[in-house]
């Protein structure tokens, strides 16, 4: 099943509808229990998420689910179109010049950088692919790239870890200290020509 879209923007405007899908979603799929709150949990760390991309950010988040080998594969996600227009630019072109702002660390900060990034260079996808290829942590959690479109995993991201022996300290830390890396099994960010999605995966074994 899918829950009914819900929009969302950078004021969290749309923030109990989002939790209430959550909790819908639980009930009518019979999650309960740690189960239910670590769905309900992820849903709220990528409410989280959208606070701080930019000014006047606008998202859809749904939940939705298809049977798997072992039980129930529960997807969150959150698409944005890109935007890019003149009240946005100065702000924009200020956090890629910085490389980094108080919204970019930790997981979530780069994933909301990935958002940012492609509403930035939604005109030149050459400038961004350059850019995403220079960026190490999207480097090693890279999954496949075409003229359209690429896509960053997290369980690449992880499994890059281990041939690394652990990755750095910074980069442990940042799986370590982040609820959605620690709860969800993959989290997939699509990075698109016109959108920017990103998908939270959680097996529910049954």
Not at 5 to 21: D, M, P, Q, T, W
Request: aromatic fraction near 4%; glycine fraction near 8%; include cysteine.
């Amino acid at each position: 099943m899918k829950t009914e879209i819900v929009r969302i923007n950078s004021e969290l405007n749309g923030k109990k509808n989002a939790v209430s899908a959550a909790d819908y979603f639980n009930r009518i799929n019979g999650i309960t229990g740690k189960n239910a709150a670590h769905i309900r949990l992820l849903t709220e760390e990528l409410i989280s998420l959208v606070h701080g991309i930019m000014d006047g950010f606008l998202g859809i988040l749904w939940l939705e689910d298809s049977p798997a080998e072992g039980g129930l594969l529960c997807r969150i996600s959150l698409s944005a179109q890109n935007v890019n227009d003149t009240s946005q630019e100065s702000r924009l072109l200020s956090i890629a010049t910085e490389g980094k702002n108080e919204n970019s660390e930790g997981m979530l900060g780069m994933i909301r950088e990935l958002f940012r990034m492609n509403s930035r260079y939604s005109d030149d996808r050459s400038q961004l692919a350059a850019l995403l290829n220079a960026n190490e942590r999207f480097g090693k959690g890279s999954a496949g790239a075409s003229a359209e479109e690429q896509l960053w995993s997290l369980d690449k991201y992880r499994r890059s870890m281990t041939r690394d022996a652990g990755g750095s300290d910074d980069e442990r830390d940042v799986l370590e200290k982040s609820i959605i890396a620690n709860l969800a099994d993959d989290v997939k960010v699509w990075i698109r020509s016109d959108s920017t999605e990103v998908i939270i995966e959680k097996l529910i074994r049954l």
